[in-house]
């Protein structure tokens, strides 16, 4: 038995790798230049710089383009991303210098003159990818002149490109592209003819092709790492504090009740119990909508599992610059290929609670997740659709995630919540539950849940708010993430000061008799979600330059998505580690 469940776990890494793996391979065998040798070349995509969200096609914009367009094959990643990779009509061929080459004259009528001004005054850049290798510039610049109390713009349209080019051996290793300042072209209300150039120099180096790579790392993050890492460890050492101060706190108290009970029943003293040893008899009680409970701890066990996934393949390093949406590739199918965790916690939880609408939990499980991402992304897409922006999905890949989630999710979802519903034992309190529940007392308002939710969420948010704001800039701008190490530690602690914390307010709970542990354990953990929102709407109005319809409907929507994931996360992490210590303290207390 345990041999074919390795079996599984082993196809289904096997499944996950591959879907990278595969194409590095066959890519690298293409990366090998002769001399003179033709190099691919590709326009991908244009849009304002604050919103990285807003890509249009490249030639959207009138600029040089073939007779033909022939489109490069896209992977399930940059459909995801947007990316639309075009053939265009620069020939930089290997280790050849070109001083100048035309690229074409295009004959622009106003309509044509005033789409340059429109780009060129939101600051529009262009993508572009030489040997898979990212190439990015402005399009145009702005000249301003005050003249008799007016303020006038000049707008200039970049028409000659210089591409600087490192290589080794018969191997492209880095490509920048800059924008030649002395050969601009005014843009005027009229018709105009602008011919375009280029240029290419190319110049050897040590790099090797498997670092190229690290050549693109933004310096955002470089500069600023030792900080970085300061900044972290500062967050960490307080965090572990604060976390370390709180465990000795309760274990004294504990340490204390149990006293304070065993020397009541040693004195044999009639008066009646109070406390957290009051309700024992009411706290393993099973909590209600017990169906949608365990669906919520399934998902939840299921995004941790993911989460983890996509740490060991980003510390593999499969998700590097320019890689076509691989970790957007890569969510996808752990989502579907882990759906048996779900099904399968789920039930275990399920049949221990003594549910009996079987096909209800499994069809909860199922769709939690799934029916408010669907919802979302049919907004979004709708949206993207109607701007006519690349960030659009097509129909063909929505058909292909669709069929995943059907014919590999659900199935697998089903066959976890069976394994789980055979395989259950059942649930193992230290208290027998009482027929009848006893009445809560009075919970002051700082001590409801409401209250509890805020400082739940706050300590394991400050945490993570430092990193949050890298991953943003990575997420929503143009910076690339690589510092996975650090993010990884980060995700650790996040997880370590959830469990603790919601264990604190556990025992609080318990302590004031109230005995609905279980909803309230899930919510304070899960808090921390909320405060990631929170900070997302903070860093859209105070951190980014991100404006318009399109850009504002991808970033909270998908943020909303992001932080429910993360609030079913940790909410199960909250509820799993009060589970534990619900159970410790029980088991070690002389119940009737």
């Known amino acids: 038995m345990r041999f074919g469940k390795a079996c599984v776990v082993l196809v289904l890494a096997l499944c996950v790798l591959s879907a990278f793996g595969a194409d590095d391979k066959k890519k690298k065998k293409k990366h090998h230049f002769e001399k003179e040798q033709e190099v691919p070349f590709f326009v991908n995509k244009i849009g304002p710089y604050s919103n990285p969200t807003e890509t249009y096609e490249f030639y959207d914009l009138p600029f040089c383009r073939p007779n033909e367009v022939q489109h490069k094959h896209h992977s399930l990643g940059d459909d995801f991303t947007g990316d639309h990779h ?14 100048w080459a035309p690229l074409c004259k295009v004959h622009l009528m106003p309509d044509g003159v005033k789409k340059f001004k429109d780009a060129i005054d939101k600051y529009y850049y262009f993508e572009m990818t030489y040997d898979d290798l990212p190439l990015r510039g402005f399009i145009g610049t702005i000249d301003q002149e005050l003249k008799n ?25 880095y490509v920048n592209v800059t924008a030649d300042p002395h050969k601009l072209e005014e843009l005027r209300d009229e018709e105009m003819t602008v011919e375009f150039s280029y240029s290419a120099s190319w110049e050897e180096t040590e790099w090797l092709f498997k670092d190229r790579y690290k050549l693109y790392e933004d310096n955002f993050f470089n500069k600023g790492l030792e900080i970085h890492w300061l900044s972290i460890m500062n967050s960490v050492v307080l965090v572990l504090l604060l976390t370390g101060f709180l465990a000795i706190i309760i274990m004294r108290i504990l340490k204390s009740d149990y006293s304070r009970y065993a020397r009541a029943e040693d004195e044999e003293d009639d008066q009646e119990d109070y ?26 066990a299921q995004c941790l599992v993911i989460l983890f996934g996509i740490m060991v393949l980003a510390l593999a390093g499969l998700f590097r610059p320019n890689s076509g949406g691989a970790m957007f590739t890569a ?12 099904g399968y916690v789920s039930g275990v939880y399920y049949k221990q609670f003594e549910g009996d609408k079987w096909s209800w939990n499994l069809v909860l499980v199922a769709t939690l997740f799934t029916g408010p991402f669907v919802v979302v992304f049919s907004f979004v897409n709708t949206i993207a659709i109607f701007y006519h922006a690349t960030a659009a999905v097509p129909i063909g890949t929505i058909f292909i995630v669709l069929a995943m989630l059907l014919f590999v999710g659900f199935p697998l979802t089903l066959l976890g919540g069976i394994a789980g519903k055979r395989t259950a034992g059942e649930f193992k309190a230290p208290c027998r539950t009482k027929n009848f529940a006893r009445e809560i007392p009075p919970i002051a308002i700082y001590r409801s849940l409401p209250a509890q939710m805020i400082m739940s969420g706050f300590l394991p948010f400050s945490a993570i708010y430092i990193e949050l704001f890298y991953i943003y800039s990575s997420v929503w701008g143009h910076s690339s993430y690589q510092l996975f190490g650090i993010l990884t530690i980060v995700f650790i602690i996040l997880l370590i000061v959830t469990a603790c914390i919601t264990v604190a307010l556990t025992y609080f709970q318990l302590s004031m008799e109230d005995y609905r542990w279980w909803w309230n354990s899930f919510l304070t953990g899960g808090s921390t979600g909320l405060f990631i929102y929170a900070y997302s709407i903070f860093y859209y109005i105070w951190r980014s330059n991100m404006t318009g319809f399109l850009q504002a409907s991808f970033y909270f929507a998908y943020m909303g998505v992001v932080c429910y994931f993360f609030f079913v996360m940790l909410g199960t992490v909250g509820f799993l580690s009060s589970l534990t210590f619900v159970r410790r303290i029980y088991q070690n207390l002389k119940c009737d």
């Open 86 to 99: 075009m053939g265009a009509l620069y020939d930089i061929r290997f280790e050849v210098p070109t001083h």
């Open 149 to 173: 109390g007016e303020e006038i713009k000049h707008y200039y349209l970049f028409k000659h490109l210089h591409f600087h080019i490192l290589f080794n051996g018969d191997q492209v290793i």
């Open 275 to 300: 406390g957290w040893k009051l309700i024992h008899g009411e706290v393993f009680r099973f909590p209600p909508f017990k169906s949608a409970f365990t669906a919520f701890i399934g998902l939840g």
């Open 331 to 342: 969510c996808v199918i752990l989502y579907a290929i882990t759906s048996g965790v779900a």
